[in-house]
Every structure is written in structure tokens, then in C-alpha cells.
């Protein structure tokens, strides 16, 4: 019998020894349940195939050869991938929908002598839960916004509080980017689905009677947008407001993007963009600054010429409710640890 979940919470603690996604990698690489591991009963190649021939020769050959292809591709994992299992082990399996291919499977599984079960509704019914979390009308957390300027260690001071037991939403880590136009990191960004996924089983994880420290952060972060019950409690939330003199900013901030300043004429390249917010002459300006091995001047001048006055411009417009500014004279380790320290009372106040 296939089993189905009331809610997100009860999906992710579905309690099975192993979750299995029998769906191609293509589908499982854009999106798939947290901790699900990828057993494809067709391959990206495969399911293409069969999808052409069900469209255009008949569905009845499209079954039949891809009833053929998912018993070779069963019988492979069993062999390759199952084997260890002892008969104790039980399994959960999802396809797509909930249909022929974790069907096909599980029965196969069981046959075995596996306690294996599949998911009423497969994916879909996940990612119904997914969005009714994310776009729904509300989130039951108080979210509160860290709020600052740029190299203001916001993503490190976040980290800290996290590692000392706050909850804390970290969006740009889950969306593999820094939020700004320079913000790129080494790995991929996740596909829009993916990063929702992720969201929401942070999310389940946390506990609404407690406040959520999250980054202010725009609606889009890199190519990821934040679903709208998150951006709606963000636009509402209040915010801490951390400061720092700009020496100390600029010091941080040419640490933090160190590994692609090394990069110069990349980096050059990503500044190229800015030339229609700012001027050709200040883009070139700020080439010739790391060009000649002026990291600071350059971090400063595009603080002071490009991210301050676009953060103050948005702060006008939304004129978001500030709980409270703190100040450091440093945003080394001692001084980050200080602000975290303040932030924290903060939070224990709420």
C-alpha cells in the first residue's frame, strides 16, 4: 500500500531505513527529497526515449519497451547497489507521481522479502507540501532581519550565532550566493526547486516560539527568488542594524572576496554591469585600482561609490523598523564575537 503524508514534517520523518528516488538523474539533480538517494529505473536517455515513442507511435510500446529497460535497470541496482541488505531492511521508494516506476520497484523490492513501501502520489506529493509552506500566506516564525552594509561580516556573525545555538535562516548559503552582483561563489547554484526544498526543510526544522535570525537580503538572490511567505515576513520582520568604521569594512570585505580578486581580469569582467548604475569612468577607475594591486582602494571605492548609496536608497524607500544599531570598531574575530554577543541578548529579550 502507498503511503501518504499529512504534512512536510511527517514526509521528512518518514522513519524508513532509506528513501529511494527511482527517477531519472536529471530529475533528481533539479529537485528530490533530503536524503533521498537516486536509483533511475531509467536513465535521462531512456526515459526520453520512451516518452518520444509513447507520443508518437503508442503508449502500449512505449510500456513495453520501457517495462524491458526499468526490469534491466531494477535488476542492476539489486546486484550492484542492494545487495548488502539484510532482510530486516525497509525501504521507501517515489517516482514522479506515484506511479508505474516506483509501482514497478517496490513490488520488486518486496518480492525480495524487503518490508519496502512506496509514496502516495510520489514527488508531486513532496513538492505540494514544499509550496504550501513557502507559498502560502503566512509563516508561523518571528523572523527578525540582520541588517547592515556591505562588509559589515553579516554572513560570518550569522554563522556564529548559529554555531552558539540561535536559529538562524541562512539564505545565502542555501542559495550558494552571496546576494549581490559580485556575490558568484565556486559551486553552481541550485535550481529553483532545489533551494525551496532546502528552504522548507530548514524551515520544518525550526521552532516558531523562538525568533529566526535571517540576512536582509533582496528578493532574489543570484537567479534564486524567495518564495513570498518568506519575502512577505521579511519585508515585515524587525531589524538589528550592525555598523563598522570603513577601514574595518574594507579590510573584511577584501578578505571575504579574496579568492576572486585573485582573479583579476574575471573579476574586472563581473564589474562590467555597473558601468549603467554608475559611470565608465568609475568602473575603469576601479579596474586601474586592482589592476595595480590596490585591493583596499578598490573594496573602499566601490562601498563608497556603489553599495552604500544603493543600500541608502532602499532603506529610504522601506523604511524598515530598527530594533536596534550596534557599532564595532573591528570586525575581526574579537569584535565579531562581540556584536554576536550583543545580538543575542537582544534575541533572548524577544
Known amino acids: 500500500m502507498a503511503i501518504s503524508f499529512p504534512s512536510l514534517d511527517a514526509f521528512l520523518q518518514h522513519g524508513f531505513d532509506c528513501l529511494i528516488d527511482v527517477r531519472s538523474p536529471a530529475e533528481y539533480a533539479e529537485d528530490h527529497v533530503p536524503g533521498a538517494i537516486n536509483l533511475p529505473v531509467l536513465s535521462n536517455e531512456e526515459r526520453a526515449e520512451v516518452g518520444t515513442i509513447y507520443k508518437q507511435i503508442s503508449p502500449f510500446d512505449a510500456r513495453k519497451i520501457g517495462g524491458a529497460l526499468v526490469a534491466q535497470n531494477t535488476a542492476r541496482h539489486l546486484r550492484d547497489s542492494l545487495s548488502h541488505h539484510d532482510g530486516s531492511w525497509r525501504p521507501l521508494v517515489y517516482c514522479w507521481r ?7 520497484f517496490g513490488s520488486f523490492l518486496r518480492e525480495v522479502g524487503w518490508r519496502a513501501e512506496t509514496v502516495e502520489g510520489g514527488y508531486r506529493s513532496f513538492r505540494r507540501l514544499v509550496h504550501d509552506l513557502l507559498y502560502g500566506e503566512t509563516l508561523p516564525h518571528r ?25 538562524v535562516l541562512d539564505l545565502e548559503g542555501l542559495a550558494v550566493h552571496r546576494g549581490s552582483l559580485l556575490g ?32 536582509a537580503e533582496s528578493s532574489k538572490i543570484g537567479r534564486i527568488n524567495l518564495p513570498p511567505a518568506l519575502w512577505s515576513a521579511m519585508i515585515a520582520a524587525p531589524r538589528i542594524e550592525v555598523s563598522a568604521p570603513m577601514t574595518a569594512r574594507a ?34 577607475r576601479w579596474a586601474t585600482l586592482l589592476r595595480g594591486g590596490d585591493r583596499i582602494g578598490l573594496v573602499t571605492a566601490l562601498m563608497e561609490e556603489h553599495y552604500d548609496p544603493t543600500y541608502a536608497k532602499s532603506r529610504a524607500e522601506k523604511a ?4 536596534a544599531t550596534l557599532r564595532s570598531g573591528t570586525l575581526d574575530q574579537a569584535g565579531q564575537m562581540a556584536l554576536c554577543a550583543q545580538i543575542q541578548s537582544l534575541l533572548k529579550g524577544m
Open 98 to 104: 506515484g506511479g508505474q516506476r516506483s509501482g514497478f
Open 143 to 167: 523572523i527578525v532581519l540582520l541588517d547592515g552594509n556591505t562588509g559589515t561580516a553579516k554572513t560570518e556573525i550569522l554563522k556564529k550565532l548559529r554555531d552558539m545555538g540561535e536559529q
Open 184 to 215: 558568484g561563489m565556486s559551486d553552481p547554484q541550485p535550481a529553483q526547486k532545489g533551494f525551496e526544498t532546502a528552504l522548507a526543510a530548514r524551515i520544518a526544522a525550526l521552532d516558531p516560539a523562538r525568533p529566526v535570525l535571517v540576512e
Open 251 to 284: 579590510a573584511h570585505l577584501a578578505q571575504d572576496y579574496a579568492e576572486q580578486l585573485d582573479d583579476t581580469e574575471g573579476f574586472i569582467e563581473k564589474l562590467q554591469p555597473l558601468r549603467q548604475f554608475r559611470s565608465h569612468a568609475a568602473v575603469d
Open 320 to 323: 524598515p523598523e530598527v530594533m
